[in-house]
């Protein structure tokens, strides 16, 4: 059956066209093609989502730059409104006046919408000694428990009930810093122990820490904020209670989206480039980098950014994600798609989230050759990929079907495509700027 395909731009939504032609956005990728040029990455989705917690500390008006135009941030930004603050954008800039908030309470409908809510625990505990927060469910990625949240915050004194689905979480006699020892480096974990071990009497030490470099941007700005952080970064950071009183609202510039920026360079790699890659410090890539030549790409690290580009064919080579410095999960889909075009048998182990293979089904409806036994995806190369129908599974996957599409032989239509938005700023305009032939449809 032939469906028909009214060609959009990215702004529009299907709200506001007539209602014959109210039907769902996709994307339309044209096949064979190159990318080639320079593209700027936006600020990191999953800094600037906590930084947005972080203000709620601060009790004034503070002053983000950099945050990305992505539809995850308008959630925070809703959240952070609920709760009584005021939220106000001028590009990348965005101001929030936590001054006025005075509810504790995140709901199901704002959680649910995306589980990085949970961010507002730690600095809600902190500010008012309270919080009540939907507990998030699984999502596509699998369970992703919180317990580590609640763990490392019931040994600085909180004590936690579940209440008809909320988590209501109370600190009546404030904050007692304490060795904390993580199962996991959890990034989640960590941020919302930061958030509340900077108001805790006495000293934290969140052991087994996350060092992911979002991590590192977010104790920069408690630190601005007046908060006494050392060693984020490392699997040990050291937090020296400050009194909230000694809190205040601070300027912050959030740090380039490293998972924007290796998007772009696999794609490099994948479709030839030269691609140059802005905005974004090498250091936060290295695993990344280092997988891309040993696949075949040459990476160029100047003045000018990251530049990849790829003479020769694609060679596999074995990845397995881990916590940051290893190789990022947030960018195992993006990867598989480089291996299903490689010359050999590459095995992907997935270490973090144990849903995340499904983009092989999608990526197989392209040609691809993918056998899944449990956290472990076994990749054959095949020739080439044959543009179709497919769905985005979540928003990595999203963006690597784009990729996928671009590579392949004739058109592909992909569904789903809001998740893309969720932490892409203006994907489909930055890989037309590349040269790809990519646009939003209604079908
Ligand atoms: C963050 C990122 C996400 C990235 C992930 C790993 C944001 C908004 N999202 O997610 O893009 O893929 O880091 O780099 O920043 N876990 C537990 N119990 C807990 C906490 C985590 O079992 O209390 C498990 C999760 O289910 C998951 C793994 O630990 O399997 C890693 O989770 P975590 O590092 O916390 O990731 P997020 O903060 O959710």
Redesign the pocket.
């Known amino acids: 059956m032939s469906e028909e395909i009214i060609d959009v731009q990215e702004s529009e939504t299907t709200e506001n066209l007539r209602p014959e032609r109210r039907s769902e956005k996709i994307i339309v990728v044209q096949g064979n093609k190159t990318l080639k040029g320079s593209v700027t990455v936006s600020g990191a ?2 800094s600037a ?2 930084l947005m917690a972080a203000s709620i500390l601060g009790q004034g008006k503070t002053l983000l730059h950099n945050v990305p135009h992505i539809s995850d941030i308008d959630v925070m930004g809703d959240v952070i409104q609920y709760l009584g603050a005021t939220v106000e954008r001028d590009g990348h800039d965005m101001s929030i006046d936590t001054t006025a908030l005075n509810s504790l309470e995140t709901p199901y409908e704002l959680v649910s919408k995306m ?2 809510s949970i961010a507002v625990l730690g600095p809600l505990i902190g500010r008012f000694g309270h919080a009540r927060v939907a507990m998030p469910g699984g999502c596509q990625l ?9 763990v490392g915050l019931e040994r600085l004194g909180v004590t936690f009930t579940i209440d008809h689905g909320f988590l209501e979480a109370s600190a009546p006699k404030g904050l007692v810093g304490k060795p904390v020892l993580l199962e ?6 960590t ?1 919302n122990l930061l958030m509340a071990a900077v108001v805790a009497e006495g000293t934290t030490i969140v052991e087994n820490a ?1 060092r ?1 470099p ?1 991590i590192v941007d977010l104790a920069n700005m408690l630190n601005s904020m007046g908060a006494r952080i050392s060693g984020a970064g490392n699997a040990d950071i050291e937090i020296e209670g400050v009194t909230l009183d000694a809190l205040h609202p601070c300027e912050h510039t959030t740090v380039g989206d490293r ?1 924007e920026a290796g998007t772009f360079l696999a794609g490099a790699a994948l479709l030839t480039g030269p691609v140059t890659v802005k905005g974004i410090d090498p250091a936060f890539l290295r695993m990344a980098i280092m997988k891309l030549e040993a696949m075949g790409a040459t990476v160029v690290i100047d003045e000018a950014g990251i530049t990849v580009s790829r003479e020769k064919p694609l060679t596999a080579t074995d990845i397995q994600t881990l ?2 410095p290893g190789f ?3 960018l195992q889909a993006q990867f598989m798609l480089l291996a299903a075009l490689a010359e050999g048998n590459t095995i992907i182990t997935e270490n ?3 849903n995340r293979f499904m983009f092989a089904s999608e990526l197989a409806r392209m040609g691809a050759d993918i056998t899944i036994e449990g956290h472990h995806a076994l990749v054959r190369g095949v020739k080439s990929l044959q543009g179709a129908p497919v769905s985005c599974t979540d928003l990595r996957a999203g963006a690597a079907l784009v990729l996928a599409g671009i590579a392949a032989e004739g058109q592909t239509q992909i569904h789903e495509v809001e998740h893309i938005s969720r932490g892409y700023e203006d994907y489909v305009g930055k890989l037309c700027s590349l040269g790809a032939d990519v646009h939003y449809a209604l079908v």
């Open positions: 989705k999953n989502l906590k589980r990085a699998g369970a992703r428990k919180i317990d580590m949240h609640l996991f480096p959890s990034v989640g974990a941020e996350a992911e979002e998972i916590p940051h990022p999960t947030d973090i989230f144990e």
